[in-house]
């Protein structure tokens, strides 16, 4: 009897100390608490067969297993089901849509964003020129002990209006200013801009892209390092999608282009390629 006792009593005791023991470190020794990965991707709708393209998609995040998803160009319409809520779904993440579209519309197109963490606050602002149907969306998160925002947006498209985008990222800047709370931020999206362009420029007094700092030199390649797939955009080898962090609140750890393989029947995940960022959280 007695050795059964001492028995039971090491078992509770292993049982307590896993349960108060740290979270396991990661891969470079790091708190994992302070480790925040994000992927953004533009969808490219409900074009070029969605329900084949999907499979990959859902693959690969699924492996990634990122904190938040950024995604652009999510459609719902009365033939596809909202694409942020049907993948939120089948990952096992929360999410928040944004579109100029009103709610109950036969179609809302818009940006998105999915995340495995407790939702602390969540929202969305439309960005001028209304006229271009702009939106960009936010969600603050608790990552253990730790709060961070992530916004996505998806700005103008047309080559010759960088002016337009200027007056986006404007908007944007100041929606981060009203919202963030005094939380490290994230910015992610496609800004259909590189990041050298002029009009990014605001962006990157208080940002810094996170490719930019882990692939010095990449503009020197473009085709490289493009995220415009070559399928869809054969002359087109632009970096357009994004991942800025907060100054002096982020560490770049890793910043890798994802989403950019053929499947076995030739059929790609997105007419853009996704791009996946590991950053560490610094002390305030």
């Given at each position: 009897?007695?050795?059964?006792?001492?028995?039971?009593?090491l078992a509770v005791c292993h049982l307590a100390g896993c349960a108060g023991a740290p979270a396991a470190p990661t891969r470079d020794g790091g708190d994992p608490d302070d480790r925040i990965t994000v992927v953004t991707l533009n969808l490219y709708h409900d074009k070029e067969a969605w329900p084949e393209r999907r499979p990959a998609i859902v693959a690969a995040l699924r492996e990634l297993r990122p904190d938040v998803i950024a995604?652009?160009?999510?459609?719902?319409?009365?033939?596809?089901?909202?694409?942020?809520?049907?993948?939120?779904e089948e990952l096992g993440y929360e999410y928040t849509f944004s579109s100029t579209d009103p709610v109950g519309s036969p179609k809302r197109?818009?940006?998105?964003?999915?995340?495995?963490?407790?939702?602390?606050?969540?929202?969305?602002?439309?960005l001028r020129p209304l006229e271009d149907s702009r939106t960009a969306a936010h969600v603050r998160i608790a990552l253990g002990g730790r709060e961070v925002n992530v916004y996505v947006t998806h700005l103008h498209n047309t080559v010759e209006g960088a002016h337009i985008r200027a007056q986006q990222v404007a908007d944007l800047l100041a929606f981060v200013r009203e919202t963030g709370g005094g939380a490290p931020s994230i910015v992610a999206g496609d800004l259909n801009a590189e990041s050298s362009n002029p009009e990014l420029e605001p962006l990157a007094r208080g940002f810094v892209s996170t490719y930019d700092v882990l692939h010095p030199g990449a503009d020197r390649d473009p085709r490289a390092h493009t995220t415009l797939n070559p399928h869809f955009f054969p002359v087109d080898h632009r970096r357009i999608d994004h991942i800025y962090v907060e100054r002096v609140r982020f560490t770049p750890l890793e910043s890798k282009i994802i989403l950019d393989r053929a499947d076995a029947a030739g059929r790609w995940p997105s007419d853009h390629f996704g791009l996946m960022t590991r950053v560490r959280i610094l002390p305030r």
């Amino acid at each position: 009897m007695l050795r059964w006792r001492c028995v039971l009593v090491l078992a509770v005791c292993h049982l307590a100390g896993c349960a108060g023991a740290p979270a396991a470190p990661t891969r470079d020794g790091g708190d994992p608490d302070d480790r925040i990965t994000v992927v953004t991707l533009n969808l490219y709708h409900d074009k070029e067969a969605w329900p084949e393209r999907r499979p990959a998609i859902v693959a690969a995040l699924r492996e990634l297993r990122p904190d938040v998803i950024a995604l652009q160009e999510v459609i719902g319409n009365e033939s596809v089901r909202n694409q942020a809520e049907s993948l939120a779904e089948e990952l096992g993440y929360e999410y928040t849509f944004s579109s100029t579209d009103p709610v109950g519309s036969p179609k809302r197109y818009g940006n998105a964003l999915l995340t495995r963490h407790p939702l602390i606050r969540r929202g969305w602002k439309r960005l001028r020129p209304l006229e271009d149907s702009r939106t960009a969306a936010h969600v603050r998160i608790a990552l253990g002990g730790r709060e961070v925002n992530v916004y996505v947006t998806h700005l103008h498209n047309t080559v010759e209006g960088a002016h337009i985008r200027a007056q986006q990222v404007a908007d944007l800047l100041a929606f981060v200013r009203e919202t963030g709370g005094g939380a490290p931020s994230i910015v992610a999206g496609d800004l259909n801009a590189e990041s050298s362009n002029p009009e990014l420029e605001p962006l990157a007094r208080g940002f810094v892209s996170t490719y930019d700092v882990l692939h010095p030199g990449a503009d020197r390649d473009p085709r490289a390092h493009t995220t415009l797939n070559p399928h869809f955009f054969p002359v087109d080898h632009r970096r357009i999608d994004h991942i800025y962090v907060e100054r002096v609140r982020f560490t770049p750890l890793e910043s890798k282009i994802i989403l950019d393989r053929a499947d076995a029947a030739g059929r790609w995940p997105s007419d853009h390629f996704g791009l996946m960022t590991r950053v560490r959280i610094l002390p305030r």
